[in-house]
């Protein structure tokens, strides 16, 4: 996906209006799947991803992206993860990837870590 079709999919993703029609969706049992032409990236193989903090994009668009290219998302620090990826007001996720020892990324980060072809336009 280009970096222009990325923008426009997290700018409709953030839009007030765009979430609040998403939710009526999956309130009605609507659960979108990748068609089968579509083929996950392995980019992120191997890694496991802890998400904290305020975002500038939905945790869960974060998540997806993550997955879609490989990568695991757990909602616990061990000493197993990758990366802690931490946005603002981040929370004692941050404390105990500084105990471990675990690389924490922000957004910016998060975007220099994954290849051109698949970096999320956040941050």
């Given amino acids: 996906m280009g970096r222009q079709t990325a923008e426009s999919i997290v700018s409709g993703l953030t839009d007030l209006d765009m979430r ?3 939710e009526r969706l999956e309130a ?6 990748p068609g089968e032409d579509v083929q996950a990236g392995e980019q ?9 903090g305020t975002l500038s994009v939905p945790r869960d668009v974060i998540k997806a992206h993550l ?3 490989g ?5 616990s620090v061990t000493k197993k993860t990758s990366y802690l990826i931490a946005g603002e007001e981040g929370s004692g996720k941050l404390d105990k990837a500084r105990e471990l020892g675990v690389p924490t990324l922000d957004e ?3 975007n220099a870590l994954l290849p051109e072809r698949c970096a999320l336009a956040i941050g």
């Fill in 71 to 75: 990568g695991r998302v757990s909602g």
């Fill in 44 to 52: 992120l193989a191997g890694l496991t991803f802890v998400i904290t």
């Fill in 28 to 33: 009605a049992g609507v659960r979108p799947t």
């Fill in 67 to 69: 997955q879609l290219h």
């Fill in 108 to 110: 910016a980060g998060l």
């Fill in 20 to 22: 609040a029609f998403i």
